[in-house]
T-cell receptor, first 112, second 112 residues
Framework: QKEVEQNSGPLSVPEGAIASLNCTYSDRVSQSFFWYRQYSGKSPELIMS????GDKEDGRFTAQLNKASQYVSLLIRDSQPSDSATYLC????????????FGDGTTLTVKP | EAQVTQNPRYLITVTGKKLTVTCSQNMNHEYMSWYRQDPGLGLRQIYYSMNVEVTDKGDVPEGYKVSRKEKRNFPLILESPSPNQTSLYFCATGTAGNSPLHFGNGTRLTVT
């Protein structure tokens, strides 16, 4: 089992819809969770970070964390064509903060 | 401007010819790390450094070396590159602990 797994995608949504991206992780001591966006050929850039259970909202983005279920998600409301990218889920552990593990990514396409 | 600078951006070399990819940051970050990204395999951690003179292996360290003599620099060394090291490489930095990562622009390496 991979340490971080994301829904396989690709995911396609119409413009204005909600895109839902999901991630599960296997290590219960994981402390920090991040969503990065990566455009083709570019470097990953941070979208959201979340550290405690519940929801965290930033503009059109909402991250949701459920540590009991070892699940973290990213919702993108009012999706725009510019949101078309690969989204990477990542976890870091407080006890071994040097290890930062990424999922394989979910590619999102927002169709005008 | 806060930056993580990788050089070169593109590199084509031949099997066995030693090469170094440089990474430099101006954010005074303690933590630096190298990743490689391959289609279908996601981002995989090669080496990381929690501070000057402190380095440790990631998930795929074979065939790579690193050093951290100064806080701002973390070069990746391939002593004898092989074709299976053809990949897109990213340097990333962060504060110690659970902070998100800041990525360089990437180095696309081709070994023939």
């Amino acid at each position: 089992q991979k340490e971080v797994e994301q829904n396989s995608g690709p995911l396609s949504v119409p413009e204005g819809a909600i895109a839902s991206l999901n991630c599960t992780y296997s290590d219960r001591v994981s402390q920090s969770f991040f969503w990065y966006r990566q455009y083709s050929g570019k470097s990953p850039e941070l979208i959201m970070s979340i550290y405690s259970n519940g929801d965290k909202e930033d503009g059109r983005f909402t991250a949701q964390l459920n540590k009991a279920s070892q699940y973290v998600s990213l919702l993108i409301r009012d999706s725009q064509p510019s949101d078309s990218a690969t989204y990477l889920c990542a976890v870091r552990r407080e006890t071994n903060a040097g290890k930062s593990t990424f999922g394989d990514g979910t590619t999102l396409t927002v169709k005008p | 401007e806060a930056q993580v600078t990788q050089n070169p951006r593109y590199l084509i070399t031949v099997t066995g010819k030693k090469l170094t990819v440089t990474c430099s940051q101006n954010m005074n970050h303690e933590y630096m790390s190298w990743y490689r990204q391959d289609p279908g395999l996601g981002l995989r951690q090669i080496y990381y450094s929690m501070n000057v003179e402190v380095t440790d292996k990631g998930d795929v360290p074979e065939g790579y070396k690193v050093s951290r003599k100064e806080k701002r620099n973390f070069p990746l060394i391939l002593e004898s590159p092989s074709p299976n090291q053809t990949s897109l490489y990213f340097c990333a930095t962060g504060t110690a602990g659970n902070s998100p990562l800041h990525f360089g622009n990437g180095t696309r390496l081709t070994v023939t």
